[in-house]
Nanobody, 126 residues
Framework: QVQLIESGGGLVQAGGSLRLSCAASGRTFSDYIMGWFRQATGKEREFVAVIAWTGGFKANADSVKGRFTISRDNAKNTVYLQMNSLEPEDTAVYYC???????????????????WGQGTQVTVSS
């Protein structure tokens, strides 16, 4: 089991930026596919972005393309989500997740990930 701890959430005005971080335990971080998901009040958890292994493969949800960037630093066991041009609709609890199986099957679905962080709140005011 991978332990994940998110940080970096907060309150920001529309148009502003935040960078979320997710620190992972374990010595094989580079083997994990890392994803960011979010859950707004009253809604289901949804995919935001994913990055695989050494960062050669990335994908974003359509709703955040051009605004959010996922990256990772395997030397620091950390994955990041840089969020720019934030909108009120981005308000949610953001979770990072780790997928330890070495394939890209289901990487945009919550069921593919076996380890989750506790979440960090992002609130965007209009």
């Amino acid at each position: 089991q991978v332990q994940l701890i998110e940080s970096g959430g907060g309150l920001v005005q529309a148009g502003g930026s935040l960078r979320l971080s997710c620190a992972a335990s374990g010595r094989t971080f580079s083997d994990y596919i890392m994803g960011w998901f979010r859950q707004a009040t009253g809604k289901e958890r949804e995919f935001v972005a994913v990055i695989a292994w050494t960062g050669g493969f990335k994908a974003n949800a359509d709703s955040v393309k051009g605004r959010f960037t996922i990256s990772r630093d395997n030397a620091k066991n950390t994955v990041y989500l840089q969020m720019n041009s934030l909108e009120p609709e981005d308000t949610a609890v953001y979770y990072c997740a780790a997928k330890t199986s070495k394939n890209l099957v289901g990487i945009t679905t919550t069921g593919a990930y076996g380890s989750w962080g506790q979440g960090t709140q992002v609130t965007v005011s209009s």
